[in-house]
Each structure stands twice: as C-alpha cells, then as structure tokens.
C-alpha cells in the first residue's frame, strides 16, 4: 500500500526558512512526488537510472543550482539544501546523480575551469544536455586519494591519461569525467582534466549486483593512452585540496539528502503504525517500545535539520568549514541510517518488502554512509579539527 | 493582452488535517500548511500560455496579508509577469461581494482586457468570478476549459457541462472567466525562476491606493457572516465501514452487490 507523505516539522522548523526557501522544498517535493516517487519501486527493482528524468530535473534547474550565471539557478546554499532533502526524500540514487553533476562535476568547472571551459560546458549541463562523472577513488585509493595511481603525463599539445577509476557515479551514463590524475612532469601535483568519454582508451564498465543505490549508475573506468588536448586540464586545480573542495560541496547536500531519507522512513512507519494492529485490536502505535522508536526518529530528524540549516547558514555567509560540514554529513547520514533500520523494525514483515520505501532507503544508506568520505573518515576530520592531532 | 489572474492561499487539504477551533466558528488555522488554490493554479497556467501565443503580460493579484505574498512569488516564478497584493486592515472579514469589490477597483485601474479566476477556492463557494465580472458590467462564463483568441477581441471558449457535454461559445473582451481546473496541465515551478523573482518588489493596494470605501468591505461591508463551521455527524447519508482492511473490502463488495453496483 502506498502512503502519502506528509511532511515532517515537529518544531516549527518552516519559521525559520523564509518565502523563496520553503517554495523550493514544495515545488521539488512536488516533482518526486509526481515524477520519481511512482516509478522508483520499479527501477531500483530493475537497477535502472530513471533516465527519462534527466531533462525534465533540467529545466526546472536542479543541475548546478547553487552556482550564478552560465544558467544555473543561483540558489542559496540553504535553498540548495532543501532541494536535495527532497531529491533523496524520493531516492538517494537519483539525489546521487544531481550531487555528481552538480557538486562534483559543474563545481569544479566553476571553480577551477577557464572562462572558455564555463561557457563551453556550464549552460548544456544546467539543462542536463551534458552529463558529467567525477573519477577520484581507484581499487587501491578510497578513503587515502593521495595514493591515487592514475598518472597524466604532457607530451606535446596534448596530456596522456593512464589509470583506472572505481566506484564512479554515472560513469558509463557521461559525457565527459572529470578526471584526477598526478601529473608527471610537475612533480606529481594532483590535477583535474575534463575527458570526454568517447576518446580512445577510454572505457566504462557498470558495477553489477548492487544492493544499494540500484537507481543509480555506478561503473568503473579504465583509461589506457587516453589523448586529450592541453586545453582539457582544468587550469585552477592543483594539489588535493581541490577534488576535496568539490567533495565539500557534495558533502554538504548529502547532510540534507540524509534527512529527506529519514523523512520518509519516519513518515512511513508512523502512518503504518497507527493502521497495523495487534493485540487487543489496538494500533501497534499505542504500543510503548513502539512509540519510542519513533519517537526517537523525530527528534534525531529535528536535530538533523537544525544542524543541516545552520551549515547552510553558514555557508551562505562564506563561514562553513570543511569540519562543520564533516559533522552534518557524520551525523545526519549516521541518524537517517538508524532511522531506516528502526523504521523497518516497525513494519515487521512488511518492512523488507519493496512496496514501502523503507528498505531502499536504509540499503541505499548504506553507500552514503561510505561514499563522500566514510562515517569514520568524518569522525577523523572533526578529530583532528578539536585535539590538533590528525589520527589518519 | 492584459491578464490579470486572481488567486488565493488556501489550506492544503492534502498537508493537513482540518479540526475546528474550540470557537466554533472556523478551522483550527495554527501549524496550517497552505499553498495557492488548485483551481487558480490552472487559470495563471492558462494566462501564461494565452500570453506566449497571443502576446501579453499575465499578473498575479490576491486579496490578503503579507503572507499570502508567498502565493504570488509562486505564481511569478511559475510564469507570472507581476504580482500585486491588496492588503487593508479594512479588508478583513471581507464577503464574496466584498472580495469582488476590491477586485474590481484593480482591474479598473489596471485596465485589464482579460480577468481569469479559479472556479472555486478550496475553502469558498465560487463566487467572486461572477459578482466581479457583475460588478464590472462584463461578460463572464464559469467552468471554463478551453479557451482559443479570435481576432477582433473575442474568444472562443468551451464548457463542461452534466452528462459530459461541451458547450462552445464565443465571449467579447473584456471579460472574466472562471477556469475548470484539467484545462491544462499547469507548469512545475523551475529553480531558475525562484531565484529570478526572489529580488523583485511586490507592490501592495490599500483602500486609499484603490479608491475603495472601507464602509463597503471587510466586515464593515460583509451582509453574509458565518455564523457556524462544524463536521457533519455521521449519520444515515455516510456509512463508516470497521474491521480490518480485508474485511472492508468484503463488506464493500457485498454492499456494492446489493445495490447492483457489481454482479
Ligand atoms: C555507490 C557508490 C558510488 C560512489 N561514487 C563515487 C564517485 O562518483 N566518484 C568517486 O571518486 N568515488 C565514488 N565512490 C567511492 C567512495 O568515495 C569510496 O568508496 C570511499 O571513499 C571509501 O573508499 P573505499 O571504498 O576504498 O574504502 P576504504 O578506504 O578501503 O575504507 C574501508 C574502511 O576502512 C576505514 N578506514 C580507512 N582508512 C582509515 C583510517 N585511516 N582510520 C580509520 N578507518 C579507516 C573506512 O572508514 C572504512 O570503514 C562511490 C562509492 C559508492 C559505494
């Protein structure tokens, strides 16, 4: 049985968005609702991107929204937020691929590419016309990029690109990669370069039996002699700091996308539990541990927004730092997680059927809870941030 | 052409559960989820779209306070040109006939060739469309769902009527209609078009703005006054199954048997 969402505000959390912030969280709300939210059951049964979304999430503007001008929405980072607590309110593999192209993929074009590349890329990505992946993590380099082995090396007018990528968001669905390699001949200084993905030597296979963000494309790359001309190098980029810059921005709306899943699976179980009954005829609601359950989802939801919030409060004034959006991603994705696993207690059997959202959620959490830096990788920044000491 | 569309923020029926409040006399109003009236969403779609063919500007007016501002930014980010809120403390408790009144004051200040209303407000009875285009002494139709413009200042306009007829007619301009919602399928609001409109000043009307009489609105002006607001008690009309789900369903397959609804 499907059962419409209703919102979730347990202390007025709406006052403290103004007019254009709350326009953004109904009218995405509104789109999954009638766009994603009735196919997704099926394609995350069928390991299908819902590709025919691709456009129509262009239009309405979700690619690069945060970003001004080439356009893009120009949304504030809290209007941004909302957005993608709605995107993953519907699936987190949908909101992946709006984070890759957006964060990971037109931010570092932004942020890092010549004006030639903006105009070049930018406006077709906004629509959606192109399609980008991020090649950062390797078979050997996951949580310790700087172990990366792809190399790029100049030869001529032109760089060569050598290595393979693992774990990459839409690979086999891109256009271009945006691709992180160590540069030979400047002493191994990581750098950036757009690869467009029909060069020759440039392969994507698609990772196979996924039990988690099904709805998504996730594909390993392998780049053998890739040629690319010296213009595709992204002329700002240069050291870690910048693929982790763009991870940042990523970070920051898996901090929302989180609470979007938590959302739903508290949502869920509670209007299940006031229809399922059992013993004596009564609600399983009216049941004390089941009552805690929930009662725990709401007030880890509540504290997750308000944490998310003032992130993006702080972002918007150019004060988040890498360690604030650390904690909201540790957090929040750590809760919504607990929350799924909770929520699918509370529908019993039902709860491992797919005809509840419950069980997509908490099984696509747990590629969240990994990706973007892991829980622990997170607990380690904020470490480091408050002893001094780095515990890598 | 110049098209003014009238909308309202209504309570959204499917966000909320509607109590009463312990007066009695409206809804429990607190912690409400509102949004733009369905109906109106559809005729601003409708404007949107004459004005894209036909050339023109589409405005947004509503009748409220600072907050119903919400629903005219959506309205604009969606497609809307401008926004106008009309806002008097002497507007408050206004009737159908107030709402018009005030309505009609813009529209002739505006000097609109095309007035479009939802059919009904969510929470209304349908009356403003046609107590404005009366009071304007202009042509008006109600349920409204098609419309084509000919040439020489008419439209051609269509109808639904019992039975699913349609009635087609020709109306002059200027004129108000009211608009059934399925006559389009109304637009999502884009994240480009939030920011656009984010910046952009919506001007507010008051009674002296308007050159309306505070006497003849508001509550001052209101001759029909809701004396009470409750939910029916079940009785004999409705029937509430119980049991379980499944034993619902048996009991409303043997209900829809007995009165030939199934064989
Ligand atoms: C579905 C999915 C999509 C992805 N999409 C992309 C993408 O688009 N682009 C991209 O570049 N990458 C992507 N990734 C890769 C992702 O970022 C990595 O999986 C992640 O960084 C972890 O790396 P790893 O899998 O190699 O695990 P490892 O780094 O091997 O970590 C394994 C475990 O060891 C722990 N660990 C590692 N080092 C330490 C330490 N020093 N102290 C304590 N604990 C430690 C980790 O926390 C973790 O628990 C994706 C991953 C998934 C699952």
Redesign the pocket.
Known sequence: MALKFKGVDFIEFDTLLNDDERLVRDNTRKFIEENLVPVIEQCNRDGRFPKELIKPMGELGFYGAGLKGYGCAGMSSVEYGLMTQELERGDSGVR?FVS?QSG?CMYPISAFGSEEQKQKYLPKMALGEILG?????EPD?????SAMRTRARKDGNEYVLNGE???????SIADIAII?AKVENEDNLIRGFIVETDRPGFKAAD?HG?W??RA?V?SSLSLQDVRIPLDNLLPGSGGLKSPLSCLNQARYGIAWGAIGAAMACYDCSLQYSQFRKQFRDQPIASHQLVQEKLVWMISEITKAQLLALQVGRLKDVGKAKPWHVSMAKRNNVWMALECARMGRDILGGNGIADEYPIFRHMANLE?VK????????HT?IIGEHITGYA?? | MEILVCVRRVPDTSENEIQLSSAGNDIERDDLVYSVNEPDNYAVEEAIQIAANAGGNVTVVTVGSEEDEEVLRREMAMGANQGVLLSDDAFAGSDGKGIATILKALVQKGHYDLVLTGTQAEDGGAQVGGMLAALLDYPFASLVNAITVLDGGKLKISREIEGGNREMSEIDLPCVLSIQTGINEPRYVGMRGIRQVASVEIPTFGTSDLGVDPASVGTAGAKVKRTDYFMPVLGKGAEILQGSQEEIIDQLIELMKAKGGLN
């Open positions: 992946s890759v990971l992946c991020f090649g950062l993590t380099a996951g949580s310790n990029p990528k693992m774990w990459i968001t839409s690979g992180w990772v996924k988690s963000l998504s996730t590629s990994t990706y973007e830096g892991t829980h622990d990788i380690l515990a890598f």
